[in-house]
């Protein structure tokens, strides 16, 4: 029986590729067809086919290779957007959603090909309310340029990823970063969405114009949305909660004998209810050196992985993970959000060294499923983009990813928004092909 099986994967495989072969001749006649139609949605300044521009918009800042589109499109607001994203669907045509690049995932490769649609160009702060605590932003306002919009009004927005990521791909990611503790991630900040379907439909996840605190009204279509990598659609607006500036902020740096001892101190600091923003564990010295190292080898790449663990077995985590690197013979730093049990390790890795890569990627595994066994998460705030697939049906089980299939074929029956991200295959014959 397990040879029957066997011959027939082979046999799947094989037909498998050679549809592909025929699919991505077809697509490229697709693309050829639909230019004119695209030209005249965004102007001719809108569409691209430059292969520097294409290889831009084919790569984010992981170690994951360059994946180029087959043309990138510029819309100016969300009726281009929609206008673009129902001649892709009329054509069968792959839609990749491009924010600023700065994931860690290879969210934004296109790995079957397609229509990469840049969003720079939507760059408008729409509506401000300081009364009420919340903003409307396009997606190519940034982190940096919203907060520098809202100077003057006393407020700011404090979710930092630590890059200047669109505040629209912050949402697609659920970004997070070292103000967590306080302030929350992306899922907790985020009050609505505009989202262009793969279609060209546009909701609005909690009703058109609506912005409450809080709502008990439906299904969380929202949080559906944050977190989906434009997988399910294209978010162009976003609705964000924000926070009144402190009036002072004191930093310091302390000393502790372990990590054990660092981690106790957070908890008893957080039981106490210390208005405390950032909590973070760095190995300093070694931080300035792979930095330094970086900047002197400009041909190594820098691999960065996450995981998340209940607080109280960060310090185990963090105590193996150590052991590990060395064991591993690979060289970096561990830089961890010790309120929220999130850390990152940052290698340098020699592009030309596959065995190092190997080393590299086996070692990423490891630290993921030992995440897991601790009850933890694969990627705290990275993403999964291409990198994490198989990890994360570890860690929700095959039911879980049943049902993120059928939310995706519902929304995406073509399978045409960002294909081949978070998740491995669809139920049926249908198949996402791995990276």
């Known amino acids: 029986m397990a040879s029957d099986v066997f011959v027939l994967l082979k046999t799947y495989n094989n037909s498998t590729k050679v549809d592909l072969t025929h699919d991505l001749s077809a697509q490229r006649a697709a693309v050829d067809r639909v230019l ?73 490769g296109a790995v079957k090909g397609g229509v990469c649609f840049s969003l720079r160009n939507m760059d408008q702060v729409l509506d401000l309310h300081p009364e009420d605590f919340d903003v409307t932003v396009e997606p190519g306002v940034t982190r940096k340029a919203l907060n520098a919009y809202l100077r003057d009004t006393g407020l700011w927005f404090p979710v930092d990823p630590g890059a200047d990521a669109s505040l629209c791909g912050m949402a697609a990611t659920s970004a997070s970063g070292t103000n967590a503790v306080r302030y929350g991630t992306m899922r907790e900040n985020t009050l609505n969405l505009e989202v262009v379907l793969s279609d060209g439909r546009i909701i609005h996840t909690a009703g058109k114009g609506r912005r409450p605190r809080k709502t008990s009204a439906g299904y969380n279509l929202t949080n559906l949305f944050v977190g989906s990598e434009g997988t399910l659609g294209i978010i162009t607006k976003t609705t964000l909660r924000l926070y009144g500036i402190p009036e002072a902020m004191v930093s310091a740096v302390c000393s502790f004998p372990s990590i054990q001892a660092a981690v106790d101190s957070t908890v008893q600091i957080l039981q106490a209810g210390v208005p405390i923003a950032r909590i973070g564990e760095e190995e300093r010295e070694k931080l300035k050196i792979i930095c330094d190292f970086k900047n002197s080898c400009e041909n190594h790449d820098a691999y960065s992985t996450d995981v998340c663990v209940p607080l109280s077995r960060l310090p185990q985590i963090i105590v193996e993970t150590k052991e590990d690197l060395l064991e591993s013979r690979l060289t970096g730093p561990i830089a961890g959000h010790v309120g929220d049990g999130n850390f990152h390790c940052l290698m340098v890795v020699d592009p030309n060294d596959p065995d190092e890569q190997h080393r590299v990627h086996l070692f990423a595994e490891r630290l993921a499923r030992r995440a897991l066994a601790m009850g933890g998460t694969c990627t705290g705030e990275h993403g999964v983009g291409l990198g994490k697939r198989v990890l994360l049906q570890e860690e929700v089980g095959p039911l879980a990813i049943q049902v993120m299939q059928g939310l995706k074929e519902t929304l995406d029956p073509k399978n045409l928004m960002n294909p081949g991200k978070i998740l491995l295959g669809l139920k049926g014959k249908r198949l996402f092909l791995g990276v």
């Open 36 to 108: 004119s139609a695209f030209r005249s949605i965004c102007g001719p300044d809108g569409v691209s086919l430059g292969e520097a521009v294409r290889e831009q918009h084919g790569k984010d800042e992981s170690v994951h290779k360059c994946r180029p589109p087959d043309v990138v499109v510029f819309p100016r607001c969300v009726e281009e957007v929609s206008a673009l994203a129902k001649v892709c669907h009329d054509h069968n045509l792959p839609i990749i959603p491009f924010g600023t690049g700065t994931g860690l995932e290879g969210g934004v």
